[in-house]
């Protein structure tokens, strides 16, 4: 056989292959229902009414402004969880949050519940991964779950030293599959960043564990107390199930905030610093919460409707933050739609992107959003890896999801919803700090780029649908 016949067939064999990884889409009830299936059935035994209260009950929607309900709804869909209340600190410094996760790691008596997309090897990371060991010898049930793809330049023994103190360690991506199963998950990433300290307390937003976020981004997270936990810890044990994870324990047991009867004080972190009053609540009292897991299997893209309703139903003015700019196109004709209606639409990304795929990417999607008249301003200093969207002085969101395809398709997310106006302020107050920091892109410096460096950075976009 000639040497152009083997080219055809490795052309072909490579096609095929990346088809089977990017190509087919694979949302749809029944796949989404059968990974599902054991935390359904967990969920829906008849004990487990209170706990089914607590994760789906609508009466809070009610509290929502009437704008918005019909958004609530609509993230609810899919057995997901509804609008909850909890307390929230805002965190927009990675050495606060290293802090107050330590504390609270430290301070952990029944469980501890981790899921991060990157979890590091330097100095910060190390330190939490001490932690980790430490809890689990002293007793405390420590689960893992590793992004094993993601975090594939770490070799194994540094998770194994966690296993062998008794840290529960599970991989996302499940090598043990067979090879069909495997090709078609092995795109998939587990970009979700939780953590649940004995069912009390939760954390998750934009931050890895690593000493980038800790010490050197500028990022946006959130600590969260209050009944809003329950959706986090929720979130983590369905995908701890879907990988083959087990509890030995009941599954109310992890759900403290259904027994408030046999509430306790928290203990004292040291003399004089209790747990409250490490946290800094964003704003007084509860906050109506909607945590919001999005995943490629389900049956709708159900943050990229959110983006695209919040979008389409704003009424003065829309601002978010993101590191990526590779939109789909409904989210950008939705952009377009409400910028025709006279709202203030404004993208935040950073001056300079952290990778070499996303840079050409983000110059492009500059170009096209300012010719539509969205505005884009360009963050200097720190890298901003935040994801974050405030509208109307009422509604804003926290999350893990980019402004790409990536995010919107393919990758595992949670973002978290706020229906507060005091909270919307808060945040507000956020953006236009980074503002301060930030200059704005305009058309003429689109036009003044050099043409072939303009003509390059569009031979990425075919890149678009997966990166």
């Known amino acids: 056989m000639s040497v152009g016949w083997w080219i055809l067939i490795a052309a072909a064999a490579t096609g095929l292959l990346l088809w089977l990884v990017f190509g087919i889409n694979w949302r749809g009830e029944r796949i989404y229902a059968h ?6 059935r967990l969920i829906d035994m008849p004990e487990q009414q209170e706990l089914r209260e607590l994760l789906f009950a609508d009466e809070l929607i009610e509290k929502i402004d009437e704008r918005f309900r019909p958004l609530a709804q609509m993230l609810r869909q899919g057995y997901r969880p509804s609008v909850s209340e909890s307390e929230v600190e ?9 802090d107050l996760l330590m504390q609270d790691l430290r301070n952990a008596k029944e469980s501890i519940h981790i899921e991060y997309f990157h979890f590091g090897m330097d100095k910060g990371s190390r330190a939490v991964r001490r932690m980790l060991i430490r809890k689990a010898r002293e007793g405390v049930k420590v689960r893992f779950i590793n992004e094993n793809i993601a975090n594939f330049p770490i070799p194994n023994r540094y998770f194994h030293r966690m296993e062998k103190a008794g840290v529960e360690v599970r991989d996302f991506t499940r090598t043990g599959l067979s090879v069909l199963r495997f090709l078609l998950s092995v795109s998939y990433r587990d970009h979700r960043k939780i953590v649940v300290i004995d069912g009390k307390i939760g954390y998750t937003g934009g931050m890895n564990i690593n000493d980038h976020y800790f010490l050197q981004w500028r990022d946006t997270h959130l600590r969260l107390t209050g009944n809003a936990v329950a959706s986090l810890q929720y979130t983590f044990l369905d995908r701890w199930f879907t990988i083959s994870g087990k509890l030995q324990e009941s599954l109310s047991s992890f759900f403290p ?11 004292q972190l040291s003399a004089g610093s209790s747990v409250q009053d490490i946290a800094q609540p964003s704003v007084e009292g509860a906050v109506l919460t909607q945590i919001t897991p999005d995943e490629p299997t389900s049956p709708s893209p159900v943050l990229l409707k959110a983006y695209e309703w919040i979008i389409d139903h704003a009424e003065t003015y829309v601002w978010l933050q993101s590191p990526y700019l590779a939109p789909p196109d409904s989210l950008l004709q939705a952009m ?3 910028v025709d209606r006279g709202v203030d639409v404004t993208v935040m990304l950073p001056e300079r992107c952290d990778t070499a795929v996303m840079r050409p990417l ?3 999607y500059q170009e096209v959003c300012v010719e539509a008249g969205i505005k884009i301003l360009l963050r200097s200093g720190e890298f901003i890896h935040s994801k974050t969207i405030v509208a109307d002085d ?7 999801t980019n402004l790409d395809n990536r995010s919107f398709g393919i990758d595992f997310e ?9 909270l919307a302020l808060h945040n507000k107050s956020i953006f236009l700090r980074d503002a301060q920091q930030s200059a704005e892109f305009t058309t003429q410096q689109a036009h003044r780029r050099n043409r072939l460096s303009r003509f390059l950075d569009r031979l990425t976009l075919p890149l678009t649908p997966i990166v």
Do not use: W
Request: hydrophobic share 25%; aromatic share 10%; charged share 30%.
């Open 336 to 338: 377009r739609r409400a």
């Open 362 to 364: 983000n110059r492009v």
């Open 394 to 400: 009422y509604l804003s969101c926290i999350g893990t």
């Open 414 to 422: 949670i973002d978290t919803f706020f229906y507060d106006r005091r």
């Open 90 to 98: 805002v965190i927009t410094s990675g050495a606060r949050k290293y």
């Open 257 to 267: 905030m259904l027994n408030t009867s046999n509430h306790e004080p928290e203990e």
């Open 35 to 40: 990974e599902h299936e054991q935390m359904r």
